[in-house]
């Protein structure tokens, strides 16, 4: 009796809707893409993140979401649309998706490197004392919010020894705008038994001059700290490239 036709399915994408995963899979990874994969690999343990340029580390990330396809000119796309690696993690997950060839395992993969780096940023800062690891601190504020696209408000609540004991948002706003309530900062300093803080935002627009309405506010809060013998330290301003420091500028 001759033996029935042998059926196999084909591999199922790792999300639904992955545009960039072929239909038919080859058997075994071409020896160009595999050995170009082995040679980015070697290079990066080897030299660490300074031995590749930005396309190269993008094209390590996605390897993951897209085991069997070229990732140079998926890395390039996303380069040319965000601007650089850092502009390309941090994008939102609508705008990633507006891009020829990614899909949710790309989105995924990405994101899961964003939230990386913000744990690592945000490990070196808090229980810290922030006045002396000050340097670590802008680049924690940097990493979580120089290219958010909306404005977002954050406090940093400080101890009596100045060791950061809370990193909380306080509000999200538009491009250019964010509502903030200094009853509400205060009051949650006195729930956290905070002695100070530290006021952080971002502007989208990468300029981070203070606007009028940035600074009465902080003086606000200023004021309202004060009366309740708590010590605002500073408020800083993320830019895209560069941040502003209230202290510093002669604000406080």
Known sequence: MPNPPAFSEEPLPLFEGEEAVPLTLPAKLPSYIRDHRKRLRERFMAGGPDALPDYEM????????IPRQDMKPLARRLLDTFGDFNGVVSAPAARLDEVDGV???????????????????????????????????????????????TEQ???????????LIADEAQAKGTVDHVPVYPREVVKRALELNASALILVHNHPSGDPT??????????????????????????????????LSFRSAGYL
């Open 58 to 65: 993008l094209e390590i990330v996605l390897f993951r979401a």
């Open 103 to 149: 899909g949710e395992a790309v989105i995924c993969e990405l994101k899961v490197i964003e939230a990386a780096a913000h744990r690592l940023a945000r490990a070196r800062v808090l229980r810290h004392h922030v006045l002396s690891s000050w340097d670590a601190l802008v680049d924690y504020c940097h990493t979580t919010m120089a290219h958010r696209e």
């Open 153 to 163: 408000f954050r406090v940093l609540y400080l101890d009596r020894k100045n060791v």
């Open 210 to 243: 203070p606007s009028d309405s940035d600074i009465s506010m902080t003086y606000k809060i200023r004021d309202a700290a004060e009366a309740l013998g708590l010590v605002l330290h500073d408020h800083l301003i993320v830019g895209k490239s560069r941040e």
